[in-house]
């Protein structure tokens, strides 16, 4: 594996990390915009860092990315976030490095690893916008919400109503069809998986499939094989990057799932390694991984392509 490759995937494994850990945090805050002790923005501001690669990925999108000043050392995306400071993690932001970078505004999502600093910043009267980023609708919200701060409502409102158009297309195009039972794996070492509420099944059910692990009491699972071999999925959508401990080159985890050959999916071919920070990431290119995730899960229709 190139130099390269190994970072992305540390990069999509942090992700996923992030993604594990966000519910617990996010549960504990509404779900909505807000804000962080009573410092606001004046005005629309200038000098921006964001502490999420979705919401990095979301002022890009607005065309607003010249504001930005600083991201954590996990945002890949543009490739113009390559040339940005960093100011650390998700859950160790470095309070030195944002203070030095004199922010007009800190965008974050729930997490209750980062939640200290963040509140510190606000007692230093730097504004701290808080985003939900747990479902598909949250996406929208942040979208909205950072149009409305950064004075780019209208690019807002028209990537909103692209990105809910292309979503409502999917939704028709796999109306009436069967209904594919979907696994989605995040590690091997245990078998972590996509349950119940979880940003995977909401995309799951929304391309016409449905999850193995609805109903499931925990968000993101430990499933032994032998519960794997009893749910028995008829698609596999292997979102791992690595295993827990160690990392899984794709023949790795190609050969990993070839041995269970009574699986339904495997025994179809349908064991799809898939890109996590494309499909996962709650930012504008998710709508881009459910038109993926729609295909994979419905090849039998046509896509005219």
Request: charged share 20%; proline share 9%.
């Amino acid at each position: 594996m190139s130099a390269p490759d190994s970072r992305i995937r540390r990069r999509g494994l942090a992700w996923l990390a992030c993604l594990l850990l966000a519910p617990a945090a996010a549960q504990a805050q509404p779900a909505e915009p807000v804000y962080l002790g009573q410092a606001r923005p004046e005005g629309v501001p200038a000098r921006v860092i964001s502490l999420a690669p979705n919401l990095t990925e979301a002022i890009f999108a607005l065309g607003a990315g010249g504001s930005l000043v600083g991201v954590t050392r996990y945002d890949d995306h543009p490739p113009e976030v390559a040339a940005l400071p960093r100011v650390g993690g998700f859950t160790d932001p470095s309070l030195e490095a944002i203070l030095a970078l004199r922010p007009e505004l800190v965008v974050c999502v729930p997490n209750a690893g980062n939640r200290k600093a963040m509140e510190a910043l606000g007692r230093v009267k730097v504004p701290v916008l808080v985003l939900p980023a747990e479902t598909l609708e949250d996406v929208f919200l942040s979208l909205e919400t950072l149009g409305k701060v950064l004075g780019r409502e209208a690019a807002a409102r028209e990537l909103q109503g692209s990105l809910r158009r292309r979503v409502e297309a999917v939704r028709a195009r796999t109306r009436g069809a069967p209904k594919p039972s979907v696994l989605v794996v995040y590690g091997h070492k245990p078998l972590v998986a996509a349950g119940e509420g979880t940003f995977a099944q909401a995309l799951i059910e929304l391309a016409g499939g449905r999850n193995v692990l609805a109903g499931s009491r925990v968000r993101y699972p430990t499933v032994p094989m032998e519960e794997v071999l009893r749910l028995a999925p008829e698609v596999i959508l292997d979102a791992s990057m690595s295993g827990t401990g160690s990392e899984l080159e794709p023949g790795q985890a190609r050969e990993a799932w070839a041995r269970w050959s009574v699986l339904p999916a495997v025994r179809a071919g349908r064991v799809h390694l898939v890109d996590s920070v494309l499909w996962f990431r709650p930012g504008p290119r998710i709508v881009q991984g459910l038109e993926q995730m729609a295909r994979l899960l419905h090849p039998e229709l046509d896509w005219g392509d």
